[in-house]
């Protein structure tokens, strides 16, 4: 089958950083996606990767192995602003398959 | 970057009428689009798949008479909920694929649609 497995839920404190862990398998992998959404809103584009490795982007950075089938997004710095639901997505094959993850729902506390 | 434009933002609509959403690349041609909709504090669940110039490819459990999917241009999609019902109110969101650059996916603003 073909499926991506991140936890549901995640707290964290303001200033602290925290990893978002996402799974896949997948028969296809062309690259994986990690998008920020607010309650209401379309997805935030955060990080694309394709390679293997760290990638990052100010405060936040995105890791990927291809051959562990594993992902995470770091968030350094937290802020409240930062409160939000993190999809980790693969997009897949010859086929454009686009698989997703359920999404992490992630709360910044003071 | 590049842009999708996703219109109507938000539609109310009574139990028994179409509705009609559009989804445009704006400086990209997307040879494929995704549909999905999301209902509150849930995340995105993907409804199909549409390639231009072909028939969309549908995820299980949704029906294809009830949603219909044209993609007659490389730059716009739409998503027509047919004899729309209260159970389809939800946020339907599109999003295309750029393969011409590096951030790949790009996804509309999203349409809150209503149904009384």
């Known amino acids: 089958g073909q499926n991506i497995d991140q936890p549901t839920e995640m707290t964290a404190t303001e200033g602290a950083i925290v990893q978002i862990n996402c799974t896949y398998q997948t028969s296809g992998f062309n690259g994986l996606f990690w998008y920020q959404q607010h309650a209401g809103e379309a997805p935030t584009f955060l990080s694309y990767?394709?390679?293997?490795g760290l990638e990052e982007k100010g405060r936040f950075s995105s890791f990927l192995s291809r051959s562990k089938g594993y992902s995470y997004l770091l968030l350094k710095e937290l802020q409240m602003k930062d409160s939000a639901s993190y999809l980790c997505?693969?997009?897949?094959?010859?086929?454009?398959?686009?698989?997703f993850g359920t999404g992490t729902l992630l709360a910044v506390q003071p | 970057g590049a842009v999708v434009s996703q219109h109507p933002s938000r539609v109310i609509c009574k139990s028994g009428t179409s509705v009609k959403i559009e989804c445009r690349s704006l400086?990209?041609?997307?040879?494929?689009m995704f549909w999905y909709r999301q209902f509150p504090k849930q995340s995105l669940m993907l409804m199909a798949t549409?390639?231009?110039?072909?028939?969309?490819?549908?995820e299980q459990g949704v029906e294809k008479d009830k949603f219909l999917i044209n993609h007659a241009s490389l730059t716009l999609s739409t998503l027509t909920v047919t004899s729309a019902h209260p159970e389809d109110s939800s946020f339907y969101i599109c999003s295309a694929l750029d393969t011409s650059t590096n951030e790949k996916l790009f996804f509309g603003s999203g349409t809150q649609l209503s149904v009384l």
């Open positions: 990767n394709v390679l293997d």
């Open positions: 549409s390639n231009e110039g072909s028939k969309a490819t549908y």
């Open positions: 997505l693969n997009y897949g094959g010859a086929t454009n398959k686009l698989i």
């Open positions: 400086d990209f041609q997307a040879t494929t």
